[in-house]
Protein backbone atom coordinates (compact mmCIF):
# COMPACT_ATOMS: atom_id res chain seq x y z
CA UNK A 1 0.00 0.00 0.00
CA UNK A 2 1.22 3.22 -0.87
CA UNK A 3 1.77 5.09 2.61
CA UNK A 4 1.24 8.56 0.79
CA UNK A 5 -1.90 7.94 0.18
CA UNK A 6 -4.88 8.88 2.95
CA UNK A 7 -7.34 6.56 3.00
CA UNK A 8 -9.77 9.30 1.66
CA UNK A 9 -7.57 10.17 -1.33
CA UNK A 10 -8.07 6.51 -2.52
CA UNK A 11 -10.89 6.75 -5.11
CA UNK A 12 -8.40 9.88 -6.27
CA UNK A 13 -5.32 8.07 -6.59
CA UNK A 14 -7.11 5.51 -7.93
CA UNK A 15 -8.64 7.98 -11.07
CA UNK A 16 -5.29 9.33 -11.53
CA UNK A 17 -3.94 6.06 -11.59
CA UNK A 18 -6.57 4.59 -14.46
CA UNK A 19 -5.75 8.42 -16.23
CA UNK A 20 -1.75 7.74 -15.86
CA UNK A 21 -2.39 4.08 -17.57
CA UNK A 22 -4.19 5.88 -20.36
CA UNK A 23 -1.81 8.66 -21.24
CA UNK A 24 1.30 6.24 -21.27
CA UNK A 25 -0.77 3.49 -23.53
CA UNK A 26 -2.01 6.22 -25.78
CA UNK A 27 1.71 7.13 -26.47
CA UNK A 28 2.66 6.05 -29.83
CA UNK A 29 -0.62 4.73 -30.67
CA UNK A 30 -2.94 5.49 -33.69
CA UNK A 31 -5.63 4.84 -31.45
CA UNK A 32 -7.55 8.04 -30.76
CA UNK A 33 -7.56 8.02 -26.24
CA UNK A 34 -8.33 12.00 -26.14
CA UNK A 35 -12.02 11.75 -25.90
CA UNK A 36 -11.75 8.81 -23.36
CA UNK A 37 -8.57 10.84 -21.22
CA UNK A 38 -10.86 13.91 -21.12
CA UNK A 39 -13.83 11.84 -19.88
CA UNK A 40 -11.81 10.25 -17.24
CA UNK A 41 -10.30 13.75 -16.18
CA UNK A 42 -13.51 14.77 -15.77
CA UNK A 43 -14.61 12.01 -13.62
CA UNK A 44 -11.01 12.91 -11.62
CA UNK A 45 -12.06 16.40 -11.13
CA UNK A 46 -15.47 15.64 -10.10
CA UNK A 47 -15.02 13.29 -7.13
CA UNK A 48 -12.01 15.51 -6.13
CA UNK A 49 -14.24 18.34 -5.53
CA UNK A 50 -16.81 15.97 -4.56
CA UNK A 51 -14.37 14.69 -1.32
CA UNK A 52 -12.98 17.75 -0.60
CA UNK A 53 -15.70 19.67 -0.21
CA UNK A 54 -16.99 17.43 2.95
CA UNK A 55 -14.03 17.23 4.42
CA UNK A 56 -14.29 16.60 8.28
CA UNK A 57 -11.66 18.24 10.91
CA UNK A 58 -9.89 15.01 11.55
CA UNK A 59 -9.49 14.33 7.50
CA UNK A 60 -8.05 17.88 7.44
CA UNK A 61 -6.00 17.32 10.16
CA UNK A 62 -4.70 14.11 8.41
CA UNK A 63 -4.18 16.38 5.22
CA UNK A 64 -2.37 18.72 7.49
CA UNK A 65 0.55 16.62 7.86
CA UNK A 66 -0.11 14.84 4.78
CA UNK A 67 3.54 12.90 3.96
CA UNK A 68 3.98 14.69 0.87
CA UNK A 69 2.83 18.26 2.10
CA UNK A 70 5.06 21.02 0.73
CA UNK A 71 7.31 22.18 3.89
CA UNK A 72 9.15 25.43 4.94
CA UNK A 73 11.82 25.17 2.67
CA UNK A 74 9.71 23.82 -0.36
CA UNK A 75 7.60 27.49 0.28
CA UNK A 76 10.82 29.07 0.46
CA UNK A 77 12.35 27.41 -2.64
CA UNK A 78 9.11 29.00 -4.50
CA UNK A 79 8.29 32.11 -3.29
CA UNK A 80 12.30 33.41 -2.39
CA UNK A 81 14.26 34.29 -5.26
CA UNK A 82 17.52 33.92 -3.07
CA UNK A 83 17.63 32.42 0.37
CA UNK A 84 20.61 32.73 2.93
CA UNK A 85 20.29 29.97 5.67
CA UNK A 86 21.61 30.91 9.03
CA UNK A 87 22.57 28.43 11.48
CA UNK A 88 22.62 28.15 15.50
CA UNK A 89 21.56 30.14 18.19
CA UNK A 90 24.91 31.80 19.87
CA UNK A 91 24.99 29.78 22.49
CA UNK A 92 24.19 26.13 22.49
CA UNK A 93 23.36 24.45 18.74
CA UNK A 94 22.01 24.63 15.98
CA UNK A 95 18.31 23.37 15.51
CA UNK A 96 17.40 21.32 12.05
CA UNK A 97 13.58 21.47 13.35
CA UNK A 98 13.44 25.49 12.45
CA UNK A 99 15.52 26.83 9.73
CA UNK A 100 15.67 30.57 9.38
CA UNK A 101 17.71 33.03 7.15
CA UNK A 102 17.57 36.07 4.86
CA UNK A 103 15.46 36.31 1.49
CA UNK A 104 14.29 38.21 -1.23
CA UNK A 105 10.58 37.90 -2.31
CA UNK A 106 9.67 40.01 -5.53
CA UNK A 107 12.98 42.07 -4.53
CA UNK A 108 11.84 42.24 -1.30
CA UNK A 109 14.27 41.73 1.96
CA UNK A 110 12.80 39.70 4.58
CA UNK A 111 13.78 37.30 7.60
CA UNK A 112 11.92 34.08 7.30
CA UNK A 113 12.22 31.53 9.95
CA UNK A 114 10.11 27.99 9.78
CA UNK A 115 9.48 24.73 11.78
CA UNK A 116 10.75 22.07 9.26
CA UNK A 117 9.76 18.60 8.61
CA UNK A 118 12.21 15.73 7.05
CA UNK A 119 10.83 14.04 3.73
CA UNK A 120 12.72 10.42 4.21
CA UNK A 121 13.39 8.96 7.56
CA UNK A 122 16.82 10.16 7.70
CA UNK A 123 15.74 13.36 7.19
CA UNK A 124 12.89 13.25 9.68
CA UNK A 125 15.56 12.43 12.18
CA UNK A 126 17.65 15.33 11.38
CA UNK A 127 14.45 17.18 11.62
CA UNK A 128 13.43 15.97 14.61
CA UNK A 129 10.02 15.40 13.45
CA UNK A 130 9.35 19.30 13.02
CA UNK A 131 9.98 19.40 16.85
CA UNK A 132 11.92 22.26 18.10
CA UNK A 133 14.34 22.05 21.07
CA UNK A 134 15.03 24.97 23.02
CA UNK A 135 17.92 26.45 20.70
CA UNK A 136 15.74 26.43 17.83
CA UNK A 137 13.79 28.86 19.35
CA UNK A 138 16.55 30.79 20.32
CA UNK A 139 17.77 30.98 17.08
CA UNK A 140 14.59 32.29 15.92
CA UNK A 141 14.58 34.75 18.51
CA UNK A 142 18.18 35.63 17.33
CA UNK A 143 16.95 36.36 13.68
CA UNK A 144 14.01 37.90 15.05
CA UNK A 145 15.95 40.79 16.92
CA UNK A 146 18.59 40.98 13.80
CA UNK A 147 15.16 41.82 11.25
CA UNK A 148 14.42 44.42 14.27
CA UNK A 149 17.40 46.01 14.17
CA UNK A 150 17.84 46.31 9.93
CA UNK A 151 14.39 47.23 9.75
CA UNK A 152 13.70 44.01 7.98
CA UNK A 153 9.98 42.51 8.53
CA UNK A 154 9.73 38.77 9.30
CA UNK A 155 7.44 36.34 7.56
CA UNK A 156 7.34 32.54 9.97
CA UNK A 157 6.02 29.34 8.73
CA UNK A 158 4.46 27.12 11.21
CA UNK A 159 4.49 23.56 10.84
CA UNK A 160 4.96 21.69 14.20
CA UNK A 161 3.66 18.44 15.59
CA UNK A 162 4.95 20.82 18.81
CA UNK A 163 7.53 21.45 20.93
CA UNK A 164 9.89 18.57 21.71
CA UNK A 165 9.12 17.00 24.94
CA UNK A 166 12.83 15.53 25.98
CA UNK A 167 15.31 15.22 29.15
CA UNK A 168 17.54 17.83 27.03
CA UNK A 169 15.02 20.45 26.08
CA UNK A 170 13.99 20.51 29.61
CA UNK A 171 17.28 20.95 31.05
CA UNK A 172 17.99 23.68 28.51
CA UNK A 173 14.92 25.64 28.97
CA UNK A 174 12.13 24.55 26.78
CA UNK A 175 9.40 26.56 28.79
CA UNK A 176 11.40 29.77 29.28
CA UNK A 177 12.69 29.83 25.26
CA UNK A 178 8.68 29.25 24.40
CA UNK A 179 8.06 32.06 26.71
CA UNK A 180 10.53 34.58 26.27
CA UNK A 181 9.28 34.70 22.20
CA UNK A 182 6.03 35.26 23.26
CA UNK A 183 7.03 37.97 25.16
CA UNK A 184 9.65 39.82 22.39
CA UNK A 185 7.10 38.80 19.38
CA UNK A 186 5.02 40.96 21.03
CA UNK A 187 7.34 44.01 21.02
CA UNK A 188 9.50 43.79 17.87
CA UNK A 189 9.39 46.78 15.58
CA UNK A 190 8.74 45.46 12.92
CA UNK A 191 5.71 44.24 10.98
CA UNK A 192 5.52 39.92 11.40
CA UNK A 193 3.76 38.03 9.37
CA UNK A 194 2.83 34.15 10.82
CA UNK A 195 1.54 31.95 8.44
CA UNK A 196 0.68 27.82 9.50
CA UNK A 197 1.06 25.46 6.41
CA UNK A 198 0.37 22.29 7.95
CA UNK A 199 0.25 21.87 11.70
CA UNK A 200 0.25 24.09 14.25
CA UNK A 201 0.97 22.44 17.47
CA UNK A 202 0.13 23.90 20.23
CA UNK A 203 2.95 26.19 22.60
CA UNK A 204 5.56 24.70 20.03
CA UNK A 205 3.76 26.74 17.13
CA UNK A 206 3.12 29.88 18.99
CA UNK A 207 6.45 30.50 19.71
CA UNK A 208 6.78 31.62 15.99
CA UNK A 209 3.08 32.39 15.76
CA UNK A 210 3.04 36.02 17.66
CA UNK A 211 2.48 38.45 15.16
CA UNK A 212 0.82 41.46 13.58
CA UNK A 213 -1.09 38.64 10.65
CA UNK A 214 -1.84 35.29 11.53
CA UNK A 215 -2.95 33.49 8.33
CA UNK A 216 -4.04 29.64 7.62
CA UNK A 217 -3.12 27.60 4.61
CA UNK A 218 -6.92 26.14 3.92
CA UNK A 219 -5.99 22.42 5.21
CA UNK A 220 -3.56 23.54 8.39
CA UNK A 221 -4.64 23.03 11.62
CA UNK A 222 -4.02 25.08 14.74
CA UNK A 223 -4.78 23.62 18.13
CA UNK A 224 -4.31 23.75 22.25
CA UNK A 225 -3.25 20.36 21.73
CA UNK A 226 -2.73 17.43 19.37
CA UNK A 227 -5.89 15.77 18.47
CA UNK A 228 -4.43 12.34 19.78
CA UNK A 229 -3.02 13.89 23.36
CA UNK A 230 -6.80 15.74 23.69
CA UNK A 231 -8.24 12.43 23.25
CA UNK A 232 -5.88 10.17 25.43
CA UNK A 233 -6.54 12.72 28.04
CA UNK A 234 -10.19 13.74 27.84
CA UNK A 235 -11.47 10.64 25.95
CA UNK A 236 -9.04 8.39 27.80
CA UNK A 237 -7.59 6.72 24.45
CA UNK A 238 -5.92 8.14 21.68
CA UNK A 239 -8.04 6.20 19.31
CA UNK A 240 -10.69 9.04 19.79
CA UNK A 241 -8.36 11.76 17.84
CA UNK A 242 -11.28 11.59 15.37
CA UNK A 243 -13.66 13.20 18.40
CA UNK A 244 -10.98 15.45 19.95
CA UNK A 245 -10.23 17.36 16.38
CA UNK A 246 -13.81 17.96 15.69
CA UNK A 247 -14.26 18.82 19.72
CA UNK A 248 -11.28 21.43 19.52
CA UNK A 249 -12.36 23.63 16.06
CA UNK A 250 -8.66 23.18 15.23
CA UNK A 251 -9.54 23.95 10.93
CA UNK A 252 -9.37 27.64 9.61
CA UNK A 253 -12.99 27.51 8.74
CA UNK A 254 -13.50 27.32 12.81
CA UNK A 255 -10.81 29.73 13.60
CA UNK A 256 -11.46 32.13 11.24
CA UNK A 257 -15.39 32.53 12.72
CA UNK A 258 -14.30 33.08 15.86
CA UNK A 259 -11.67 36.03 14.90
CA UNK A 260 -8.75 34.05 16.28
CA UNK A 261 -6.83 34.33 12.81
CA UNK A 262 -6.74 36.77 10.29
CA UNK A 263 -7.02 35.17 6.70
CA UNK A 264 -7.43 31.53 5.08
CA UNK A 265 -5.19 31.07 1.76
CA UNK A 266 -7.10 28.84 -0.50
CA UNK A 267 -5.25 25.73 -1.13
CA UNK A 268 -5.58 23.95 -4.69
CA UNK A 269 -8.37 21.31 -5.79
CA UNK A 270 -6.79 18.47 -3.78
CA UNK A 271 -5.04 19.82 -1.23
CA UNK A 272 -1.40 21.78 -0.99
CA UNK A 273 0.54 18.61 -2.16
CA UNK A 274 -1.08 18.32 -5.52
CA UNK A 275 -0.12 21.51 -6.20
CA UNK A 276 2.72 23.30 -4.17
CA UNK A 277 3.92 26.01 -6.97
CA UNK A 278 -0.02 27.33 -6.74
CA UNK A 279 -0.17 27.21 -3.15
CA UNK A 280 3.69 28.94 -2.98
CA UNK A 281 2.12 31.74 -5.02
CA UNK A 282 -1.31 32.67 -2.98
CA UNK A 283 0.87 32.26 0.48
CA UNK A 284 3.61 34.95 -1.72
CA UNK A 285 0.87 37.01 -2.77
CA UNK A 286 -0.99 37.43 0.34
CA UNK A 287 2.17 38.03 2.81
CA UNK A 288 3.52 40.56 0.32
CA UNK A 289 0.38 42.51 0.35
CA UNK A 290 0.30 42.31 4.31
CA UNK A 291 4.09 43.49 4.83
CA UNK A 292 3.32 46.15 2.31
CA UNK A 293 0.32 47.07 4.13
CA UNK A 294 1.93 46.93 7.51
CA UNK A 295 5.27 48.87 6.25
CA UNK A 296 2.66 51.85 5.84
CA UNK A 297 2.14 52.09 9.69
CA UNK A 298 3.91 53.94 12.17
CA UNK A 299 6.21 51.61 14.32
CA UNK A 300 4.10 52.59 17.38
CA UNK A 301 0.64 52.35 15.93
CA UNK A 302 1.89 48.75 14.44
CA UNK A 303 2.71 47.92 18.44
CA UNK A 304 -0.37 49.13 19.66
CA UNK A 305 -2.02 47.60 17.10
CA UNK A 306 -0.54 44.08 17.91
CA UNK A 307 -0.98 44.31 21.85
CA UNK A 308 -4.85 45.16 20.81
CA UNK A 309 -5.25 42.08 18.76
CA UNK A 310 -3.39 40.00 21.42
CA UNK A 311 -5.21 42.07 24.21
CA UNK A 312 -8.99 40.98 22.37
CA UNK A 313 -8.31 37.33 22.47
CA UNK A 314 -9.89 35.25 24.37
CA UNK A 315 -13.97 34.16 25.35
CA UNK A 316 -15.64 35.28 28.61
CA UNK A 317 -18.90 36.00 30.36
CA UNK A 318 -18.57 39.58 32.09
CA UNK A 319 -21.21 39.62 34.52
CA UNK B 1 -2.48 7.65 35.35
CA UNK B 2 -2.56 9.53 38.09
CA UNK B 3 -0.80 8.14 41.09
CA UNK B 4 -1.22 8.66 44.56
CA UNK B 5 1.22 10.84 46.27
CA UNK B 6 4.34 9.15 47.47
CA UNK B 7 5.22 8.76 50.60
CA UNK B 8 8.91 9.25 50.54
CA UNK B 9 8.77 13.25 50.17
CA UNK B 10 9.42 13.34 46.53
CA UNK B 11 6.58 13.78 44.48
CA UNK B 12 5.40 11.70 41.87
CA UNK B 13 4.44 13.79 38.60
CA UNK B 14 0.74 13.87 38.20
CA UNK B 15 -0.29 15.88 35.59
CA UNK B 16 -1.86 15.40 32.25
CA UNK B 17 1.28 15.46 30.28
CA UNK B 18 2.29 12.03 31.51
CA UNK B 19 -1.04 10.83 29.81
CA UNK B 20 -0.69 11.49 26.14
CA UNK B 21 1.86 11.69 23.38
CA UNK B 22 3.85 14.71 22.25
CA UNK B 23 3.31 17.89 23.42
CA UNK B 24 0.50 19.74 24.97
CA UNK B 25 0.29 22.82 26.92
CA UNK B 26 -3.18 21.41 27.98
CA UNK B 27 -4.08 19.44 30.86
CA UNK B 28 -6.70 16.94 31.95
CA UNK B 29 -8.88 17.05 35.10
CA UNK B 30 -10.24 13.35 35.12
CA UNK B 31 -7.02 12.99 37.30
CA UNK B 32 -8.19 15.56 39.66
CA UNK B 33 -9.63 14.11 42.45
CA UNK B 34 -7.25 12.11 42.85
CA UNK B 35 -4.76 14.47 42.96
CA UNK B 36 -6.42 16.88 45.34
CA UNK B 37 -5.74 16.16 48.95
CA UNK B 38 -9.22 14.73 51.12
CA UNK B 39 -8.96 17.77 52.98
CA UNK B 40 -8.84 20.51 50.59
CA UNK B 41 -12.63 18.99 49.62
CA UNK B 42 -13.49 19.30 52.78
CA UNK B 43 -11.98 22.53 54.13
CA UNK B 44 -14.18 25.53 55.11
CA UNK B 45 -17.64 23.88 54.42
CA UNK B 46 -19.80 22.93 57.47
CA UNK B 47 -17.81 19.30 57.18
CA UNK B 48 -14.94 21.72 59.23
CA UNK B 49 -16.74 20.72 62.30
CA UNK B 50 -16.65 17.01 61.83
CA UNK B 51 -13.83 15.81 64.60
CA UNK B 52 -11.87 13.47 61.57
CA UNK B 53 -11.29 17.05 59.36
CA UNK B 54 -9.16 17.68 62.18
CA UNK B 55 -6.45 15.50 61.68
CA UNK B 56 -4.89 15.15 58.17
CA UNK B 57 -1.57 12.89 57.17
CA UNK B 58 1.41 14.95 55.56
CA UNK B 59 2.07 13.76 52.43
CA UNK B 60 5.41 13.82 52.32
CA UNK B 61 6.24 12.00 55.33
CA UNK B 62 3.25 10.74 56.55
CA UNK B 63 3.31 11.99 59.55
CA UNK B 64 -0.53 12.48 61.55
CA UNK B 65 -1.21 16.38 61.75
CA UNK B 66 -3.19 18.72 63.71
CA UNK B 67 -5.45 20.36 60.71
CA UNK B 68 -5.47 23.66 62.68
CA UNK B 69 -1.68 23.90 62.90
CA UNK B 70 -1.22 22.95 59.37
CA UNK B 71 -3.26 25.68 58.38
CA UNK B 72 -1.06 28.43 60.50
CA UNK B 73 1.82 26.67 59.35
CA UNK B 74 0.19 27.36 55.77
CA UNK B 75 0.17 23.62 54.65
CA UNK B 76 3.62 23.21 55.07
CA UNK B 77 4.38 20.39 57.59
CA UNK B 78 5.83 21.44 60.58
CA UNK B 79 7.57 17.99 60.64
CA UNK B 80 9.57 17.38 57.20
CA UNK B 81 8.62 20.63 55.30
CA UNK B 82 6.98 19.37 52.56
CA UNK B 83 4.86 21.55 50.73
CA UNK B 84 0.99 20.22 49.97
CA UNK B 85 -1.19 22.22 47.86
CA UNK B 86 -2.60 25.63 49.53
CA UNK B 87 -5.82 27.45 48.06
CA UNK B 88 -4.87 30.27 45.87
CA UNK B 89 -7.38 32.67 48.38
CA UNK B 90 -5.84 31.47 51.30
CA UNK B 91 -2.19 31.89 49.67
CA UNK B 92 -3.01 35.30 49.14
CA UNK B 93 -4.44 36.37 52.16
CA UNK B 94 -1.14 35.04 53.91
CA UNK B 95 0.65 37.01 51.35
CA UNK B 96 -0.93 40.13 51.38
CA UNK B 97 -0.97 42.36 54.01
CA UNK B 98 -4.06 41.92 56.80
CA UNK B 99 -7.09 42.99 55.59
CA UNK B 100 -6.05 44.36 52.17
CA UNK B 101 -7.21 42.80 49.01
CA UNK B 102 -9.58 43.92 46.75
CA UNK B 103 -10.24 41.16 43.81
CA UNK B 104 -9.01 42.38 39.73
CA UNK B 105 -11.41 41.21 36.90
CA UNK B 106 -14.03 39.01 39.76
CA UNK B 107 -17.08 39.69 37.47
CA UNK B 108 -15.72 37.68 34.96
CA UNK B 109 -16.95 33.83 34.25
CA UNK B 110 -16.10 31.18 31.95
CA UNK B 111 -18.19 30.82 28.63
CA UNK B 112 -18.41 27.56 26.41
CA UNK B 113 -17.34 29.24 23.12
CA UNK B 114 -16.72 25.68 21.21
CA UNK B 115 -19.31 24.03 22.96
CA UNK B 116 -16.86 21.71 23.53
CA UNK B 117 -17.69 18.14 24.73
CA UNK B 118 -15.75 14.60 25.41
CA UNK B 119 -17.25 12.19 27.73
CA UNK B 120 -18.53 15.53 29.80
CA UNK B 121 -20.11 18.69 28.96
CA UNK B 122 -17.43 21.58 29.81
CA UNK B 123 -20.62 23.41 31.14
CA UNK B 124 -20.71 20.75 33.37
CA UNK B 125 -16.94 20.59 34.55
CA UNK B 126 -17.20 24.31 34.85
CA UNK B 127 -20.49 23.96 37.00
CA UNK B 128 -18.60 21.10 38.92
CA UNK B 129 -15.29 22.70 39.70
CA UNK B 130 -17.03 26.31 40.75
CA UNK B 131 -18.95 24.09 43.15
CA UNK B 132 -16.31 22.01 44.40
CA UNK B 133 -13.85 25.30 44.94
CA UNK B 134 -16.22 28.19 45.46
CA UNK B 135 -14.01 30.29 42.71
CA UNK B 136 -15.56 31.41 39.22
CA UNK B 137 -12.23 30.11 37.46
CA UNK B 138 -8.83 29.08 38.01
CA UNK B 139 -7.35 32.05 39.09
CA UNK B 140 -7.59 34.82 41.56
CA UNK B 141 -6.49 38.14 41.43
CA UNK B 142 -6.46 40.99 43.73
CA UNK B 143 -4.53 44.82 44.98
CA UNK B 144 -3.50 44.84 48.33
CA UNK B 145 -0.68 45.72 50.02
CA UNK B 146 2.69 43.80 50.56
CA UNK B 147 4.17 45.72 54.15
CA UNK B 148 2.94 48.18 53.34
CA UNK B 149 3.65 48.54 49.06
CA UNK B 150 0.87 48.46 47.08
CA UNK B 151 1.21 45.47 44.84
CA UNK B 152 -0.84 42.94 42.32
CA UNK B 153 -1.29 39.62 43.15
CA UNK B 154 -2.74 36.70 41.47
CA UNK B 155 -2.39 32.94 42.67
CA UNK B 156 -3.75 29.82 40.81
CA UNK B 157 -6.29 27.21 42.09
CA UNK B 158 -5.03 23.99 40.94
CA UNK B 159 -8.14 22.54 42.38
CA UNK B 160 -10.30 24.64 39.44
CA UNK B 161 -9.75 22.01 36.56
CA UNK B 162 -5.85 21.76 37.46
CA UNK B 163 -5.25 24.75 37.47
CA UNK B 164 -5.76 24.87 33.58
CA UNK B 165 -5.49 28.59 32.01
CA UNK B 166 -8.71 29.48 29.96
CA UNK B 167 -9.92 33.04 28.46
CA UNK B 168 -11.09 33.91 31.93
CA UNK B 169 -7.64 32.76 33.63
CA UNK B 170 -5.54 34.79 31.06
CA UNK B 171 -8.30 37.95 31.32
CA UNK B 172 -7.81 38.39 34.99
CA UNK B 173 -3.74 38.21 34.94
CA UNK B 174 -3.68 40.35 32.02
CA UNK B 175 -6.22 42.67 34.05
CA UNK B 176 -3.51 42.48 36.94
CA UNK B 177 -0.93 43.38 34.88
CA UNK B 178 -1.97 46.35 33.66
CA UNK B 179 -3.66 47.54 36.97
CA UNK B 180 -0.03 47.02 38.09
CA UNK B 181 0.97 48.83 34.89
CA UNK B 182 -1.36 51.58 35.20
CA UNK B 183 -0.62 51.96 39.29
CA UNK B 184 3.10 51.74 38.85
CA UNK B 185 3.19 49.03 41.69
CA UNK B 186 4.82 45.59 41.20
CA UNK B 187 3.17 42.01 40.64
CA UNK B 188 3.58 39.28 41.62
CA UNK B 189 1.91 35.62 40.47
CA UNK B 190 2.17 31.84 42.29
CA UNK B 191 1.56 29.61 39.72
CA UNK B 192 0.23 25.86 39.87
CA UNK B 193 -1.34 24.71 36.36
CA UNK B 194 -1.17 21.54 34.63
CA UNK B 195 -1.42 24.10 31.39
CA UNK B 196 -3.54 25.71 28.88
CA UNK B 197 -7.36 24.51 28.73
CA UNK B 198 -8.15 22.13 26.20
CA UNK B 199 -11.91 22.67 26.70
CA UNK B 200 -11.19 26.34 25.31
CA UNK B 201 -9.15 25.23 22.26
CA UNK B 202 -7.17 27.98 20.12
CA UNK B 203 -9.00 30.55 22.75
CA UNK B 204 -6.76 29.47 25.59
CA UNK B 205 -3.34 29.36 23.35
CA UNK B 206 -3.89 32.38 22.81
CA UNK B 207 -3.71 33.53 26.41
CA UNK B 208 -0.19 32.60 26.50
CA UNK B 209 0.75 35.20 24.27
CA UNK B 210 -1.83 37.50 25.90
CA UNK B 211 -0.17 37.66 28.98
CA UNK B 212 3.20 37.31 27.89
CA UNK B 213 2.21 41.02 25.89
CA UNK B 214 1.05 42.43 29.01
CA UNK B 215 4.15 41.52 30.96
CA UNK B 216 6.56 42.95 27.97
CA UNK B 217 4.70 46.43 28.78
CA UNK B 218 4.88 45.58 32.92
CA UNK B 219 8.98 45.05 31.72
CA UNK B 220 9.31 48.42 29.44
CA UNK B 221 7.76 49.94 32.52
CA UNK B 222 10.28 49.23 34.82
CA UNK B 223 8.10 47.51 36.66
CA UNK B 224 8.99 43.99 38.57
CA UNK B 225 7.00 41.09 38.29
CA UNK B 226 7.81 37.75 40.76
CA UNK B 227 6.76 34.76 39.23
CA UNK B 228 6.72 31.96 41.94
CA UNK B 229 5.77 28.37 40.67
CA UNK B 230 4.74 25.73 42.99
CA UNK B 231 3.69 22.53 42.67
CA UNK B 232 2.98 21.84 39.36
CA UNK B 233 3.47 24.19 36.62
CA UNK B 234 3.67 23.09 33.66
CA UNK B 235 2.31 22.88 29.98
CA UNK B 236 1.61 26.20 28.54
CA UNK B 237 1.72 28.03 31.56
CA UNK B 238 5.40 27.13 32.51
CA UNK B 239 5.71 28.16 28.66
CA UNK B 240 4.08 31.73 28.96
CA UNK B 241 4.06 33.65 32.01
CA UNK B 242 5.76 31.67 34.46
CA UNK B 243 8.72 31.51 32.98
CA UNK B 244 8.67 35.66 32.51
CA UNK B 245 9.44 36.86 36.26
CA UNK B 246 12.57 39.40 36.16
CA UNK B 247 12.98 36.87 39.26
CA UNK B 248 11.76 33.63 38.91
CA UNK B 249 10.93 31.76 42.38
CA UNK B 250 10.20 27.85 43.24
CA UNK B 251 8.49 26.51 46.10
CA UNK B 252 10.62 23.30 47.43
CA UNK B 253 10.43 20.62 45.19
CA UNK B 254 7.53 21.95 43.26
CA UNK B 255 7.71 19.97 39.34
CA UNK B 256 7.96 22.80 36.75
CA UNK B 257 8.46 21.99 33.78
CA UNK B 258 6.92 22.25 29.60
CA UNK B 259 6.35 18.72 29.42
CA UNK B 260 5.59 15.91 32.13
CA UNK B 261 7.47 13.68 33.09
CA UNK B 262 5.77 10.36 31.50
CA UNK B 263 5.70 11.89 28.17
CA UNK B 264 9.09 12.44 27.95
CA UNK B 265 9.72 8.89 29.20
CA UNK B 266 7.48 7.28 26.54
CA UNK B 267 9.49 10.36 24.21
CA UNK B 268 12.78 9.10 24.78
CA UNK B 269 12.50 5.43 26.41
CA UNK B 270 14.91 6.21 29.12
CA UNK B 271 14.79 6.15 32.85
CA UNK B 272 14.59 9.72 34.22
CA UNK B 273 17.42 11.76 36.09
CA UNK B 274 16.14 11.83 40.20
CA UNK B 275 14.29 15.09 41.07
CA UNK B 276 14.20 15.53 37.09
CA UNK B 277 12.11 18.69 37.03
CA UNK B 278 12.27 19.59 40.84
CA UNK B 279 12.35 23.46 41.60
CA UNK B 280 16.17 22.38 42.72
CA UNK B 281 17.08 20.77 39.19
CA UNK B 282 15.64 24.32 37.66
CA UNK B 283 18.09 25.77 40.41
CA UNK B 284 20.92 24.15 39.27
CA UNK B 285 20.00 24.18 35.19
CA UNK B 286 19.36 28.46 35.40
CA UNK B 287 15.77 28.76 35.11
CA UNK B 288 14.96 29.59 38.47
CA UNK B 289 16.52 32.00 40.63
CA UNK B 290 15.56 30.59 43.83
CA UNK B 291 13.75 28.87 46.05
CA UNK B 292 11.83 30.35 48.76
CA UNK B 293 10.35 27.96 51.82
CA UNK B 294 6.81 29.14 51.62
CA UNK B 295 7.11 30.37 55.23
CA UNK B 296 9.34 32.70 54.74
CA UNK B 297 7.44 33.48 51.33
CA UNK B 298 5.80 37.21 52.09
CA UNK B 299 9.58 38.73 54.30
CA UNK B 300 12.14 37.43 51.04
CA UNK B 301 9.36 38.73 48.48
CA UNK B 302 9.21 42.15 50.22
CA UNK B 303 12.57 42.17 50.75
CA UNK B 304 13.31 41.74 46.84
CA UNK B 305 10.40 43.92 45.41
CA UNK B 306 11.86 46.53 47.67
CA UNK B 307 15.21 46.85 46.65
CA UNK B 308 13.74 46.76 42.66
CA UNK B 309 11.70 49.53 43.82
CA UNK B 310 13.55 51.44 45.32
CA UNK B 311 12.07 51.45 48.36
CA UNK B 312 13.75 50.63 52.08
CA UNK B 313 13.47 47.45 53.74
CA UNK B 314 10.53 46.67 55.30
CA UNK B 315 10.64 44.95 59.15
CA UNK B 316 9.90 41.14 58.90
CA UNK B 317 6.31 39.49 59.60
Redesign the interface.
Known sequence: MNQNILEFEKPIAELEDKLRELRASSQGQSLDFESEIRKLDGKLREKTVEIFQNLSAWQIAQLARHPLRPYTLDYIGHICEEFHELAGDRAFADDAAIVGGLGRIDGKGVVIIGHQKGRDTRQKIRRNFG?PRPEGYRKALRLMHMAERFRLPVLTLIDT???????G????????A???N???M??LRVPVVCTVIGEG????A??I??GDRVNMLQFST?????P?????????S?ERAR??AE????TAAR?IE?G?IDRIIPEPLGGAHRDPKTTAENLKALVLGQIAELEKLDTDVLLTQ??EK??G??????? | MARSSSHSGTRKLETDHDLHPPISDADPMSWLSKLMPKRIRTQGGDKRKVPEGLWGKCEGCGAVLYQPELEANQQVCPKCSFHMPILARERLKQFLDEGTGTEIGAELAPADALKFKDSKKYKDRLVAAQKQTGESDALVALHGRLKGMPIAACAFEFSFMAGSMGSVVGERFTLAAEHALAHGMPLVCFSASGGARMQEGLFSLMQMAKTSAALARLREAGLPFISVMTHPTTGGVSASLAMLGDINVGEPQALIGFAGPRVIEQTVRETLPEGFQRSEFLVEHGAVDLIVDRRQMRDKLADLIAILMRRPRAAAG
Open positions: MPGAYPGVAEERGQSEIARLLESKGSGGLAGVYSVITEGCASILWRADAAMGLLHLRYLRMGQYQAA
